[in-house]
Nanobody, 125 residues
């Protein structure tokens, strides 16, 4: 069964770093625009970042701009989210998703067609 698989979530202290991975299992990530989302307890899902399949242009939510970096390694069929200077408010389950749009289409759920199962990130001292 083709799917997206996230990994790399962990408990980290404020100011620390983590790198999340989104790997394709029988799913070729290089054919899709890939996005990262997060959902904290009691809050709505929030779009965090995306990378265009057509141009490799990237986009970031204001809350993570300058701290998070999205990248892809087509040879490894993996998209990464490097997260630096982590804050307690970054605590959430992080999901990757794939869209057939050639450019970052915004973060409305209807334009993201495939989702991973999520990985937990906890930022706490």
């Amino acid at each position: 069964q083709s799917q997206l698989v996230e990994s790399g979530g962990n408990l980290v202290q404020p100011g620390g770093s983590l790198r999340l991975s989104c790997a394709g299992s029988e799913f070729t990530l290089s054919l899709y625009t890939i996005g990262w989302f997060r959902q904290a307890p009691g809050k709505e899902r929030e779009g965090v970042s995306c990378i265009s399949v057509r141009t490799s242009n990237t986009g970031y939510a204001d809350s993570v701009k300058g701290r998070f970096t999205i990248s892809k390694d087509n040879a490894k069929n993996t998209v990464y989210l490097q997260m630096n200077s982590l804050k307690p408010e970054d605590t959430a389950v992080y999901y990757c998703a794939a869209s057939t749009y050639p450019y970052c289409p915004g973060y409305a759920a209807g334009v993201w067609h495939y989702w991973g199962q999520g990985t937990q990130v906890t930022v706490s001292s």
